[in-house]
């Protein structure tokens, strides 16, 4: 069974903060790892995705893939009340599969 | 450019009725995704199109649930009969061709099974 964990939270971190999103994976042929954000009652946008070992930014965003331990990462700077949602890890080994996500609350 | 369009947005059955979704991709993308999103869980692929082409449905419950994408373009997604457990909101996602890592997400179609 391909499964994708998170920690459920809700995590809360005040304004301004750095917000550190886990996600850890069984399948060691997982090929890629990707972030999606999901407001309540709307759908998951792709924030970004991962290939290689390391880490990656974009903007606020930096994604951190470990492949030998199988743990993938996400972290926000500067976090903004406007950040507040539930975010969610996916992996591709084959199909696509997701995490159950882990719901972020910034405080102003 | 206009997203991909989903109908209806709301849906409320009683076990054992028929129901079906449908699904209008982003003009140009040739990949089609139908996911179940039970409430506090993440999405689940059901079944994934290439053009009119199943690539993947090895997720889909074939007894009860079926789909379509008989010209390459839109698509149907059908409970036939419907459960209590099939209750969750239904996504229909598009990417271009081989492009998975960027799938776009329809608004979704909520389900209720009473």
């Known amino acids: 069974q391909k499964e994708v964990e998170q920690n459920s939270g809700p995590l809360s971190v005040p304004e301004g903060a750095i917000a550190s999103l886990n996600c850890t994976y069984s399948d060691r042929g997982s090929q890629s790892f990707f972030w999606y954000r999901q407001y309540s009652g709307k759908s998951p946008e792709l924030i970004m995705f991962i290939y290689s070992n390391g880490d990656k930014e974009d903007g606020r965003f930096t994604a951190q893939l470990n492949k030998a331990s199988q743990y993938v990462s996400l972290l926000i700077r500067d976090s903004q009340p406007s950040d507040s949602a539930t975010y969610l890890c996916a992996v591709k080994a084959g199909d696509m599969r997701f995490g159950a996500g882990t719901r972020l609350t910034v405080k102003p | 450019e206009a997203g991909v369009a989903q109908s209806p947005r709301y849906k409320i059955i009683e076990k054992r009725q028929s129901v079906a979704f449908w699904c209008n991709p982003i003009?140009?993308?040739?990949?089609l995704y139908w996911y179940q999103q039970i409430l506090g869980q993440g999405p689940k692929l059901l079944i994934q199109?290439?053009?009119?082409?199943?690539?993947?449905d090895s997720q889909l419950p074939k007894d009860r649930f079926s789909a379509e994408r008989l010209k390459g373009v839109d698509s149907t997604l059908k409970i036939q009969p419907a459960k209590l457990e099939d209750s969750a909101v239904y996504l229909c996602a598009s990417s271009l061709a081989g492009a998975y890592y960027e799938q776009y997400f329809g608004p979704g179609t909520r389900l209720t099974v009473t």
């Open positions: 003009s140009g993308h040739a990949t």
């Open positions: 199109f290439q053009n009119n082409g199943v690539v993947d």
